[in-house]
């Protein structure tokens, strides 16, 4: 009997990323099921390449809005996942972080002996409850369960060991959420007029224009560098969102037409085109727990100026490949700015040691770790369980 794998994502509206992931575990578990609630549709050339259920229903309930941090609130599961997993039946499933859709595929698990794998983003304060005893607690309980776990982050592991006490030796540390270079340049339209015409060094930011993002904090940077007289250079906003418009009043309002040049949304296939036309990658948000744009601007070799906020943080080797700032204070940011508009040769530099740091992490090696794991905990069942093959 053939292994079966489900891989609950509540949304994958932004999880395009994942799709190259989930072609490589279907090489290594061709019985593998994507279960959602949120499906954009196929990436060019991926479909079919994996199984995709999409369940209708989904619904988020939101309990607290922060505007510097994530909202926290409750993913309701739709009512057709339980029967979904009893007509498939995995032997193991993969589901990320502690959520209603947890609490379904535990208590399937409670009937069936199917095998967990929790799949960790990372861990930052709004969403680590350290505050919060009740959601503590549950989290606590629902860990107990867990066969195993695979983190982007450090910190996350560090996180579901000693707040959540799942022993280490259930854990392991290695990004699944990795960059695939060829989806990213599947799109090759010529970058437009605005990128043609840019002064460089270029500063990218790729994110919704929110808060949360920190967008501000890059252009406040830009601001001080060209109120000092440093104005050769220019800065790159892709993205939308609900602070876009105030993003372009405050650009104009500042003067900084010239240097500022926000693109507004671009479809995923496209980013690549501006990862190659721009020279330095900035993250400035003030909460990401992971935040996949970084290994992403590194796989194009890029320097990277990121947010001690974001997971992606331990990416970044200070003064190697990039340096890690503080998005509360923008002049630290304009600073390291500064380094890369006055010693040019560090873009190059710093580029060249980011793609080499990121060069191990790829899709097909997630889906090795993957499956590695899921074979490791199939393993350890007692004998009358096993006889499953991939």
């Known amino acids: 009997m053939r292994v079966r794998v489900a891989w609950l994502a509540p949304s994958l509206a932004r999880g395009y990323y994942l799709q190259p992931v989930f072609k490589e575990l279907s090489k290594r578990f061709p019985n593998t099921l994507i279960l959602t609630a949120h499906w954009p549709g196929f990436l060019p050339g991926y479909e079919g390449m994996f199984q995709i259920r999409c369940l209708p229903g989904f619904r988020f309930i939101t309990v607290t809005r922060g505007s510097t941090g994530y909202e926290s609130g409750f993913m309701l599961p739709p009512s057709a996942l339980i029967w979904e997993l009893l007509r498939f039946r995995p032997h193991v499933i993969l589901l990320g972080g502690f959520n209603l859709w947890t609490l379904y595929a535990l208590a399937f698990k409670a009937f069936t002996r199917c095998r967990i794998i929790l799949l960790y983003d990372g861990i930052s304060p709004t969403i680590a409850y350290l505050r919060s005893p009740i959601r503590l607690g549950t989290r606590r309980l629902m860990a107990r369960f867990i066969d195993a776990s695979v983190c982007n982050t450090?910190?996350?592991?560090?996180?579901?060991?000693?707040?959540?006490?799942?022993?280490?030796?259930?854990?392991?540390?290695?990004?699944?959420?990795?960059?695939?270079?060829?989806?990213?340049?599947?799109?090759?339209e010529d970058e437009g007029v605005v990128l043609s015409s840019i002064c460089h060094p270029a500063f990218l930011f790729i994110g919704s224009i929110i808060e949360r993002k920190g967008w501000r904090a890059l252009l406040e940077a830009a601001n001080r560098l060209a109120r000092g007289g440093l104005d050769r250079f220019s800065v790159v906003f892709v993205g939308d969102g609900e602070e876009a418009e105030e993003l372009r009043r405050l650009t104009t309002s500042l003067r900084l037409e010239r240097l500022v040049h926000p693109v507004g949304a671009v479809r995923y296939e496209k980013l690549g085109a501006y990862l190659r036309a721009c020279d330095?990658?900035?993250?400035?948000?003030?909460?990401?727990?992971?935040?996949?744009?970084?290994?992403?601007?590194?796989?194009?070799?890029?320097?990277?100026?990121?947010?001690?906020?974001?997971?992606?943080?331990?990416?970044?080797?200070?003064?190697?490949?990039?340096?890690?700032?503080?998005?509360?204070?923008?002049?630290?940011?304009?600073?390291?700015?500064?380094?890369?508009?006055?010693?040019?040769?560090?873009?190059?530099?710093?580029?060249?040691?980011?793609?080499?740091?990121?060069?191990?992490?790829?899709?097909?090696?997630?889906?090795?770790?993957?499956?590695?794991?899921a074979r490791r905990i199939l393993d350890s069942k007692p004998h009358s369980e096993r006889g499953v093959q991939s």
């Open 154 to 188: 450090r910190e996350a592991l560090d996180y579901l060991r000693d707040v959540l006490a799942i022993p280490e030796s259930k854990l392991l540390q290695h990004p699944y959420e990795v960059p695939e270079v060829s989806v990213l340049n599947s799109d090759r």
């Open 280 to 373: 330095v990658f900035v993250l400035p948000t003030l909460e990401d727990i992971w935040a996949v744009v970084v290994p992403e601007a590194m796989a194009f070799g890029k320097p990277i100026l990121c947010s001690k906020y974001a997971g992606a943080k331990e990416l970044v080797e200070p003064a190697v490949n990039g340096f890690i700032f503080d998005p509360y204070n923008p002049q630290e940011l304009a600073d390291y700015m500064a380094c890369f508009i006055q010693q040019s040769e560090l873009v190059a530099k710093f580029g060249a040691r980011s793609k080499q740091k990121i060069a191990p992490f790829t899709p097909e090696r997630a889906a090795d770790v993957l499956a590695g794991v």
